[in-house]
């Protein structure tokens, strides 16, 4: 049995998710990303801005930088009013996994399973850097479901 290449994994799982998650976005309107189901609902343009933040934070920790601290104290992320586009969500996101990919990528192999403390959580860099896969992916559901409420049932993957 071959063993498992940790970076070229962690790479081709940040791909995949990245590419799933552009793919649904760009199937979104500017009206969906910025619309609110309801009475403290979360707009779509708010979780996306949230999972860029996170691949920022985690990238920064990989590189050993300190990351910018949550910025958000009391309750869940909010995108500032200059970044609500599909545009703009669309540039982010793949900026972001760019910068995680590359700190992936520049970390030596045998750092690979070294601790890195993230958003108060120890993890090694592999684990942070699948982690930020799964978490575009938990994302990437939400905005499927935006889709399938306003009536688009297609699948966006191909």
């Not at 540039?91 to 590359?102: H, M, N, P, R």
């Not at 942070?128 to 409420?149: E, V």
């Amino acid at each position: 049995m071959a063993q498992l290449d940790l970076r070229s994994h962690a790479i081709e799982s940040l791909d995949g998710a990245c590419t799933r998650f552009v793919q649904d976005l760009e199937a979104l309107t500017d009206a969906q990303l910025q619309a609110s189901p309801g009475d403290g609902g979360r707009k779509a343009i708010d979780f996306v801005y949230e999972t860029i933040f996170v691949n920022q934070m985690i990238s920064a920790r990989i590189r050993g930088d300190d990351p910018t601290e949550w910025p958000w104290k009391d309750g869940w992320a909010t995108a500032p009013v200059d970044f609500a586009f599909t545009a703009d969500a669309v540039e982010g996101i793949k900026a972001s996994v760019e910068e995680l990919k590359s700190a992936v990528d520049n970390t030596p192999e045998d750092k690979l399973l070294e601790i890195v403390t993230v958003g108060g959580n120890e993890t090694s860099v592999y684990e942070g850097a699948t982690f930020a896969a799964m978490h575009m992916m938990y994302h990437d559901a939400q905005l499927n479901y935006i889709q399938s409420m306003g009536g688009d049932m297609a699948i966006h993957w191909g």
